[in-house]
């Protein structure tokens, strides 16, 4: 398969782009950073980038709060296009995505979700996971349909809840698996050894 060709879109820290730069430097993930996108002027990923010279720019997605749409979901689209991307990855970006990017690189527009779909979708998983009581909490890597976290399913990874724990401390304990879930999910992405039947992701 063609080495992936990814446009990051991230609002926040930009850990998991991290750790997929990490994984495709240390050789373990075929594929390249084409362009890093961000909605939040100054947010730390525009620096992470930075420090491996990967472009990036700020987005300007006015009016919306919430979603990607109109002039700038249009110019998102361009801006991928003209850097040659053909995988979308949600990296931390905290706006929901339009049917426009999605037909715009089908079935390639990919998102991590800090919680065991389908429980727990939208704002801070972990929080909610905690305030119900669960045992146990985790992460989903899924392609992105028209719903809010509600596509299919890639690899989802597990971690224990702990009696003391905060939503600082099980957040934290859930990241160490995203940065472990996001590349694995790009890697069966870049191997092509799977197919989507309905909901499910048959791997392999
Ligand atoms: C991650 O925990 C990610 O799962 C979550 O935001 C954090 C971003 O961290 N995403 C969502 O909640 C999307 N609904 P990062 O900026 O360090 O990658």
């Given at each position: 398969m063609a080495k992936l060709k990814l446009g990051i879109l991230g609002s926040g820290s930009g850990s998991n782009m991290q750790s997929i730069v990490d994984a495709i430097e240390a050789g373990t993930l075929d594929a390249e950073v084409k362009?890093?996108?961000?909605?939040?002027?100054?947010?730390?990923?525009?620096?992470?980038?930075?420090?491996?010279?990967?472009?990036?720019?700020?987005?300007?997605?006015?009016?919306?709060?919430?979603?990607?749409?109109?002039?700038?979901?249009?110019?998102?689209?361009?801006?991928?296009?003209?850097?040659?991307?053909?995988?979308?990855?949600?990296?931390?970006?905290?706006?929901?995505?339009?049917?426009?990017?999605?037909?715009?690189?089908?079935?390639?527009?990919?998102?991590?979700?800090?919680?065991?779909?389908?429980?727990?979708?939208?704002?801070?998983?972990?929080?909610?996971?905690?305030?119900?009581?669960?045992?146990?909490a985790g992460v989903t890597v899924h392609f992105v349909d028209a719903g809010t976290d509600s596509g299919p399913i890639i690899v989802q990874k597990t971690v224990p809840v702990m009696e003391d724990d905060t939503p600082e401390t099980l957040h934290a304990r859930i990241q160490v698996q995203e940065h472990i879930a996001y590349p694995e999910a790009l890697n069966i992405i870049a191997s092509g050894k799977y197919r989507i039947e309905g909901r499910r992701v048959r791997i392999g």
């Open positions: 362009i890093v996108l961000t909605d939040v002027p100054g947010a730390k990923i525009l620096d992470r980038a930075a420090k491996h010279s990967l472009e990036a720019t700020y987005l300007d997605c006015a009016p919306w709060k919430t979603k990607l749409e109109g002039p700038a979901e249009d110019r998102c689209i361009e801006i991928m296009k003209a850097a040659g991307v053909d995988t979308v990855v949600l990296a931390g970006f905290m706006r929901i995505v339009k049917p426009k990017l999605l037909a715009a690189f089908p079935n390639r527009v990919i998102n991590i979700h800090p919680a065991i779909l389908p429980s727990f979708p939208g704002v801070h998983g972990w929080t909610q996971a905690l305030d119900y009581g669960c045992k146990v």
